[in-house]
């Protein structure tokens, strides 16, 4: 009962954070109205105005920054905190709307609409399929393709510069509604996805060493991001101040993958983590996103972390974000997240305590209203100070002036001259599906029964409520797509007879009784096809799932089409999170299944293509497919760990003691991949200081290993790692060539089980040979990480194994020697 109780509760409090979100989103609307120029300092202007030091672009972007902060009374400055930043006329200041969302492609979102002149924008597929192709290059070209669609888009007045993606949290639960958003359960994997889709977003080649910032005393910065002063803070504020094509966001820091389970909700749950999980998987992501991606944002998250709420929490934004990985650029709230802080959590007293906190811990913008509100009499009660305002303010324009909205007109700026033509191209439509095509994964192919040989099959029956699949194939966080290419439309393109029939009325399927019309369609057909799965109404924002099997009566569904057919038969999920389809692995009536994520607006196309063997399938799983009991486990519980004495399993690939359905990496293709000969050194030397290695953790404690000075350096000794695969079938494929190291003899409690520390992917034509090298740094990838947060890199013998697609294993064994 006070389960109930509570569920309905958590409603209400959605409830209200969906209705400020609304108000928030129609208040963009209006200053977007308002304000129809997006850019400043334009010649239309009073030559007062333009002539301001802060105009001149031949000055340093952090002298023109400073110069346009001093010009603002301190209302202005307040007013400047929050998403919607309203224009500042007299100085010829734009509106700008800080809220714009490109998660796998420009999306609604309070920035950005589609009312013409571009309709639509292209959809990639979810960033938890395009993961699956372990594919760098891919997300960096799929980051270049959505900001060139940006620029254009701001180009015509229906976007601005400044997205809050990628979401990098650690998928660590498949109930969790938006792990969809993710690339998936693994640190590594995460780090480099956001490494690769941020650099794609926001670098400009040509201008990154040319607006290299030294500023004055030798490169330190007039504002310190630390309040109290503390002598490391002066080491981080060297800022490139690099010149951006648009900024992203990393978000949300820290320790957020829950929305609504075990009673609790996001906005009010105290997430529990030890610092050896903080440190080597929480974290680690967003320490990539700014240190390799160069982020210019992140987001902080609604929850508590360990009692304090993120985004009011000093550590992590500002000894951390700033000081220790050096973020150049701005931090938010997540939406309405400040007055959660004193509404919610119930964490200060008033709403001026809550807007001190979290501009004294190091945010500068509240996605929301209240710093706006309640900022001004927090100055007056003496409890915020005007220089922490100054430092926001200069954070935030700081970025504007990065993405040029100061650079006067239109066809003075860089990308100036982007428009409707570079939105929805053939290119770009084209890398959609190929997105797809690299991310899908064949889970099950029981006698070669795929490809489908176009002569072979000839008619095709179509099963399912996907069969005919638009909006659904997005996933969240979608804009309008150029275009669909369904399911059904995609084998069309390869044989002309598609038989279809739903089998359910909906998603649900609880009107088995029709599922007896599939059973009639497929009599005629040469092979049948089941597209089943979940979609937002199962898993999504504000929705975890509570059971890992396919919705309600989809199973029989499934069992009673495969059962009866005595024809070829292929299934296919779309989802985001993990289905457990013990039944379907199990079932040999099920000859084949594919997972193919939410694929994005040419997922049908992409499909297709692998049924027929046009493009041999080589993703791999970014996440571990468990079985139903994981959801004995209750989701609140963060600790990454397994626990002997209470039972307790552990999550992801890296710990969890319990038999997976399909493991983290799983992945099958048309052809044979094998690797031979492992090749490395026997012996590595880090010559260095000290044998052990504790790196500076400001919360360890007194007994971890430490040096004899604080700010221990590891050495950065890299070493090469060759392996050769071989495609050993008739058919051309790419295959992710995984690399783990695997923690053997270091004594540190909590080691994971093996860790992915490099992946390679490579693309072969038929009985074709490779070498595929790996860069091995012990100091990044071989550490261990202790109890209490700090880092140890263990002398000894280290196991590295490589494994290709079909588990074929290779063990090289090293000796690690500090001296
Ligand atoms: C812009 O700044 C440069 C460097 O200080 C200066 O030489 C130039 O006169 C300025 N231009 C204007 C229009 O003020
Ligand atoms: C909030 O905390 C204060 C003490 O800090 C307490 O007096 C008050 O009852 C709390 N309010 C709620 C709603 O829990
Ligand atoms: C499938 O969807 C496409 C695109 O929305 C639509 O044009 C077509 O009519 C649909 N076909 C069927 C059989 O429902
Ligand atoms: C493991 O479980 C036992 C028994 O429930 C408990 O006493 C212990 O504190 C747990 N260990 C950790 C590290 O949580
Ligand atoms: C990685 O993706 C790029 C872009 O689609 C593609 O050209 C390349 O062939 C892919 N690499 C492999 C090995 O599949």
Same mark, same amino acid.
């Given at each position: 009962?006070?389960?109930?109780?509570?569920?309905?509760?958590?409603?209400?409090?959605?409830?209200?954070?969906?209705?400020?979100?609304?108000?928030?989103?129609?208040?963009?609307?209006?200053?977007?109205?308002?304000?129809?120029?997006?850019?400043?300092?334009?010649?239309?202007?009073?030559?007062?105005?333009?002539?301001?030091?802060?105009?001149?672009?031949?000055?340093?972007?952090?002298?023109?920054?400073?110069?346009?902060?001093?010009?603002?009374?301190?209302?202005?400055? !307040?007013?400047?905190?929050?998403?919607?930043?309203?224009?500042?006329?007299?100085?010829?200041?734009?509106?700008?709307?800080?809220?714009?969302?490109?998660?796998?492609?420009?999306?609604?979102?309070?920035?950005?609409?589609?009312?013409?002149?571009?309709?639509?924008?292209?959809?990639?597929?979810?960033?938890?399929?395009?993961?699956?192709?372990?594919?760098? /290059?891919?997300?960096?070209?799929?980051?270049?393709?959505?900001?060139?669609?940006?620029?254009?888009?701001?180009?015509?007045?229906?976007?601005?510069?400044?997205?809050?993606?990628?979401?990098?949290?650690?998928?660590?639960? =498949?109930?969790?509604?938006?792990?969809?958003?993710?690339?998936?359960?693994?640190?590594?994997?995460?780090?480099?996805?956001?490494?690769?889709?941020?650099?794609?977003?926001?670098?400009?080649?040509?201008?990154?060493?040319?607006?290299?910032?030294?500023?004055?005393?030798?490169?330190?910065?007039?504002? /310190?991001?630390?309040?109290?002063?503390?002598?490391?803070?002066?080491?981080?504020?060297?800022?490139?101040?690099?010149?951006?094509?648009?900024?992203?966001?990393?978000?949300?820091?820290?320790?957020?993958?829950?929305?609504?389970?075990?009673?609790?909700?996001?906005?009010?749950?105290?997430?529990?983590?030890?610092?050896?999980?903080?440190?080597?998987?929480?974290?680690?992501?967003?320490?990539?996103?700014?240190?390799?991606?160069?982020?210019?944002?992140?987001?902080?998250?609604?929850?508590?972390?360990?009692? !304090?709420?993120?985004?009011?929490?000093?550590?992590?934004?500002?000894?951390?974000?700033?000081?220790? %990985?050096?973020?150049?650029?701005?931090? /938010?709230?997540?939406?309405?997240?400040?007055?959660?802080?004193?509404?919610?959590?119930?964490?200060?007293?008033?709403?001026?305590?809550?807007?001190?906190?979290?501009?004294?811990?190091?945010?500068?913008?509240?996605?929301?209203?209240?710093?706006?509100?309640?900022?001004?009499?927090?100055?007056?009660?003496?409890?915020?100070?005007?220089?922490?305002?100054?430092?926001?303010?200069?954070?935030?324009?700081?970025?504007?002036?990065?993405?040029?909205?100061?650079?006067?007109?239109?066809?003075?700026?860089?990308?100036?001259?982007?428009?409707?033509?570079?939105?929805?191209?053939?290119?770009?439509?084209?890398?959609?599906?190929?997105?797809?095509?690299?991310?899908?994964?064949?889970?099950?192919?029981?006698?070669?029964?795929?490809?489908?040989?176009?002569?072979? !099959?000839?008619?095709?029956?179509?099963?399912?409520?996907?069969?005919?699949?638009?909006?659904?194939?997005?996933?969240?966080?979608?804009?309008?797509?150029?275009?669909?290419?369904?399911?059904?439309?995609?084998?069309?393109?390869?044989?002309?007879?598609?038989?279809?029939?739903?089998?359910?009325?909906?998603?649900?399927?609880?009107?088995?009784?029709?599922?007896?019309?599939?059973?009639?369609?497929?009599?005629?057909?040469?092979?049948?096809?089941?597209?089943?799965?979940?979609?937002?109404?199962?898993?999504?924002?504000?929705?975890?799932?509570?059971?890992?099997?396919?919705?309600?009566?989809?199973?029989?569904?499934?069992?009673?089409?495969?059962?009866?057919?005595?024809? =070829?038969?292929?299934?296919?999920?779309?989802?985001?999170?993990?289905?457990?389809?013990?039944?379907?692995?199990?079932?040999?009536?099920?000859?084949?299944?594919?997972?193919?994520?939410? =694929?994005?607006?040419?997922?049908?196309?992409?499909?297709?293509? !692998?049924?027929?063997?046009?493009?041999?399938?080589?993703?791999?799983?970014?996440?571990? %497919?468990?079985?139903?009991?994981?959801?004995?486990?209750?989701?609140?519980?963060?600790?990454?760990? =397994?626990?002997?004495?209470?039972?307790?399993?552990?999550? /992801?690939?890296?710990?969890?003691?319990?038999?997976?359905?399909?493991?983290?990496?799983?992945?099958?293709?048309?052809?044979?991949?094998?690797?031979?000969?492992?090749?490395?050194?026997?012996?590595?030397?880090?010559?260095?200081?000290?044998?052990?290695?504790?790196?500076?953790?400001?919360?360890?404690?007194?007994?971890?290993?430490?040096?004899?000075?604080?700010?221990?350096?590891?050495?950065?000794?890299?070493?090469?790692?060759?392996?050769?695969?071989?495609?050993?079938?008739?058919?051309?494929?790419?295959?992710?060539?995984?690399?783990?190291?695997?923690?053997?003899?270091?004594?540190?409690?909590?080691?994971?089980?093996?860790?992915?520390?490099?992946?390679?992917?490579?693309?072969?034509?038929?009985?074709?040979?490779?070498?595929?090298?790996?860069?091995?740094?012990?100091?990044?990838?071989?550490?261990?990480?202790?109890?209490?947060?700090?880092?140890?890199?263990?002398?000894?013998?280290?196991?590295?194994?490589?494994?290709?697609?079909?588990?074929?294993?290779?063990?090289?064994?090293?000796?690690?020697?500090?001296?």
């Amino acid at each position: 009962m006070w389960r109930y109780f509570f569920g309905c509760k958590a409603i209400w409090r959605q409830l209200a954070v969906l209705l400020v979100l609304f108000q928030l989103s129609w208040t963009g609307e209006y200053y977007r109205a308002q304000g129809a120029a997006f850019h400043g300092c334009s010649l239309d202007l009073d030559p007062s105005i333009w002539s301001l030091p802060f105009c001149n672009t031949t000055l340093p972007i952090w002298v023109r920054t400073l110069d346009l902060v001093s010009q603002l009374t301190l209302a202005e400055k !307040i007013g400047q905190l929050v998403n919607t930043a309203p224009a500042i006329p007299r100085l010829g200041i734009p509106s700008h709307e800080w809220w714009n969302e490109a998660l796998h492609g420009l999306a609604y979102s309070p920035g950005v609409t589609f009312t013409g002149p571009a309709y639509a924008a292209t959809s990639f597929p979810q960033p938890i399929l395009t993961a699956a192709s372990f594919n760098t /290059t891919l997300w960096t070209l799929i980051g270049q393709a959505i900001s060139t669609e940006a620029r254009a888009m701001y180009n015509l007045g229906q976007s601005h510069l400044t997205f809050w993606a990628p979401n990098i949290n650690i998928f660590r639960d =498949p109930r969790w509604g938006r792990g969809q958003e993710t690339p998936g359960e693994d640190p590594l994997l995460t780090s480099r996805y956001a490494a690769a889709f941020v650099r794609g977003m926001q670098e400009i080649d040509y201008f990154e060493e040319r607006n290299t910032y030294k500023g004055p005393d030798g490169g330190k910065h007039f504002f /310190t991001h630390d309040q109290t002063s503390r002598s490391d803070s002066e080491n981080h504020e060297v800022r490139s101040m690099h010149r951006l094509k648009t900024s992203v966001c990393c978000k949300h820091f820290t320790a957020y993958d829950m929305e609504n389970s075990d009673g609790l909700d996001r906005f009010h749950f105290n997430a529990q983590v030890c610092k050896q999980d903080l440190e080597d998987t929480y974290n680690r992501p967003f320490q990539s996103c700014v240190e390799e991606g160069r982020a210019t944002c992140l987001m902080c998250s609604y929850n508590q972390v360990n009692g !304090i709420p993120a985004c009011a929490d000093y550590y992590l934004l500002t000894e951390l974000a700033r000081n220790r %990985w050096g973020l150049d650029g701005y931090i /938010t709230s997540d939406c309405n997240a400040v007055e959660l802080i004193y509404s919610a959590f119930n964490y200060t007293q008033t709403e001026e305590d809550a807007v001190t906190a979290v501009l004294d811990a190091g945010l500068d913008l509240n996605c929301g209203t209240t710093t706006a509100d309640w900022g001004l009499s927090a100055i007056h009660q003496g409890k915020l100070s005007e220089s922490t305002v100054d430092r926001a303010v200069f954070d935030l324009f700081s970025v504007r002036f990065r993405l040029g909205q100061f650079d006067g007109d239109l066809q003075y700026q860089l990308y100036g001259s982007l428009g409707l033509d570079n939105i929805c191209s053939d290119e770009h439509k084209e890398l959609a599906i190929e997105a797809a095509r690299q991310g899908i994964v064949l889970l099950k192919n029981q006698d070669n029964i795929l490809p489908f040989l176009q002569g072979d !099959i000839q008619s095709i029956a179509l099963v399912g409520h996907n069969i005919n699949a638009t909006e659904a194939m997005l996933g969240n966080y979608h804009g309008s797509p150029c275009e669909y290419i369904t399911p059904l439309q995609g084998l069309q393109s390869y044989t002309s007879v598609v038989f279809y029939e739903p089998g359910c009325l909906d998603i649900l399927c609880q009107d088995v009784s029709i599922a007896a019309a599939a059973v009639t369609a497929i009599s005629y057909a040469d092979a049948i096809v089941i597209m089943v799965g979940l979609d937002q109404t199962q898993e999504g924002e504000a929705l975890d799932r509570a059971s890992l099997l396919l919705p309600w009566n989809q199973q029989i569904l499934v069992e009673t089409v495969a059962n009866y057919a005595e024809v =070829p038969t292929v299934l296919v999920i779309m989802s985001g999170g993990a289905v457990d389809l013990t039944f379907a692995k199990d079932n040999p009536n099920i000859h084949g299944i594919l997972w193919i994520g939410y =694929p994005g607006q040419g997922g049908g196309q992409a499909l297709a293509d !692998i049924l027929f063997g046009h493009h041999n399938p080589g993703g791999r799983l970014p996440v571990t %497919w468990y079985p139903e009991s994981l959801t004995q486990v209750p989701m609140t519980e963060m600790r990454m760990r =397994p626990n002997t004495s209470s039972g307790y399993p552990g999550r /992801t690939y890296r710990f969890y003691t319990g038999e997976p359905v399909y493991e983290f990496g799983y992945g099958l293709s048309y052809t044979q991949f094998v690797c031979t000969n492992l090749y490395g050194p026997d012996k590595v030397l880090i010559p260095s200081r000290r044998l052990q290695q504790c790196y500076h953790n400001r919360r360890a404690s007194e007994d971890c290993l430490k040096g004899p000075d604080d700010d221990v350096t590891c050495d950065n000794t890299v070493f090469q790692l060759q392996v050769s695969v071989t495609n050993q079938g008739v058919r051309r494929g790419s295959a992710a060539i995984l690399l783990y190291w695997v923690p053997t003899d270091s004594g540190v409690d909590g080691e994971p089980l093996k860790q992915l520390i490099d992946f390679q992917r490579v693309l072969l034509d038929a009985y074709t040979s490779a070498v595929v090298s790996f860069l091995v740094s012990p100091c990044d990838h071989l550490i261990s990480v202790l109890h209490d947060g700090s880092k140890l890199l263990h002398e000894g013998i280290h196991s590295l194994v490589v494994e290709s697609t079909f588990k074929n294993e290779l063990v090289h064994s090293l000796s690690l020697i500090v001296g």
